[in-house]
């Protein structure tokens, strides 16, 4: 009988091959009000991260500890690469996602849909295409908490696809607040997490599944239901298991939608990112603080992975 470590809590023996039980889950940074947005750069070994309501982009490394990216941030709160290797961030401040350039400057891709502003992007990811897909809801307008008190200017809280001639369109209009998205391995695949609990008992804390074809997505109906607190951001690793943030910890699905296991963290988790230098961390921000924790799985995302970035 192995003895497994506190933090890890198995649902699936399945669980067993992705996780250790010598690893240990690690505090790498805290002092903060609300992480997020974690985002891997192998190039730089190093970890980027929000702290949205501090208006900070942190940067995290083994070698050089904890230092300030950007701050003021404009609230940024999700972030991502492209397949350059460019940073794309989702900012409640401006309303925008914006690309930071190789010389530091900011290109805004998107900040108005159907002539009105957009709520307060939260999450983005990055497809084979090209094409940027981020969602919309209305965390960073509700309050002046992370970003700035305003009444919606959209009806709806969608997801969006930027095209990779820049065209934006409104690919799901039916969320009550859409949070976190991944993408499968295949990429035929987009899961995104639905948030709307957090202010209505009433909306299913659930992951819902899209087949994707170009720029269409069809609903393939609830993936999986996170047990404690909501789903906020999701990563998929390179076997199409499905790890999500929750209130407990971090939240492993198979592609058929089981439970496998949870990692169990201290604080509540809203995001996480593969990553390290041998590509098998996970990377999960909670709430103050970031913790590290080996997992035997790659991230999905290419550049997560050290065969890609050296
Ligand atoms: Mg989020």
Redesign the pocket.
């Given at each position: 009988m192995i003895t497994l470590p506190d933090h890890l809590e198995v649902h699936d023996d399945r669980f067993l091959s992705l996780v250790h039980p010598m690893s240990q889950l690690d505090q790498i940074a805290t002092g903060f009000t609300w992480t997020?947005g974690p985002v891997w750069f192998g190039d730089h070994q190093c970890l980027i991260f929000s702290d949205i309501p501090s208006q900070r982009l942190m940067r995290w490394s083994e070698a050089e500890g904890l230092t300030t990216f950007r701050h003021p941030s404009g609230f940024n709160?999700?972030n991502t690469r492209d397949h350059l290797g460019r940073l794309i961030g989702c900012r409640h401040g401006a309303r925008d996602v914006v690309r930071t350039e190789m010389n530091g400057s900011l290109t805004v891709l998107a900040d108005s849909f159907d002539g009105k502003r957009l709520n307060s992007p939260?999450?983005v990811v990055v497809s084979r295409d090209g094409a940027i897909w981020f969602t919309d809801p209305t965390y960073g307008i509700i309050s002046n908490f992370e970003g700035y008190r305003a009444a919606p200017e959209q009806e709806t809280r969608n997801v969006y696809r930027i095209a990779p001639t820049g065209e934006l369109t409104a690919v799901v209009r039916d969320f009550a607040q859409p949070?976190?998205l991944c993408f499968s391995p295949d990429e035929n695949t987009l899961y995104i997490a639905e948030?709307g609990s957090s202010h209505d008992a009433a909306v299913p804390a659930v992951i819902r599944k899209f087949a994707v074809e170009g720029a269409t997505l069809t609903d393939l109906g609830a993936f999986a239901t996170i047990d404690r607190g909501l789903p906020?951001?999701i990563r998929c690793d390179t076997s199409g298991n499905l790890w999500s943030s929750a209130a407990d910890g971090v939240h492993c699905f198979a592609p058929d939608g089981t439970l496998l296991g949870k990692i169990l963290v201290p604080e509540v988790v809203?995001?996480l990112a593969f990553g390290g230098p041998d590509g098998r961390r996970l990377h999960i921000t909670a709430t103050t603080s970031v913790y590290r924790v080996f997992v035997d799985a790659f991230g999905a995302e290419p550049w997560t992975r050290p065969s890609v970035n050296g």
């Open positions: 997020e709160n999700g939260n999450d949070n976190g948030s906020d951001g809203s995001n």
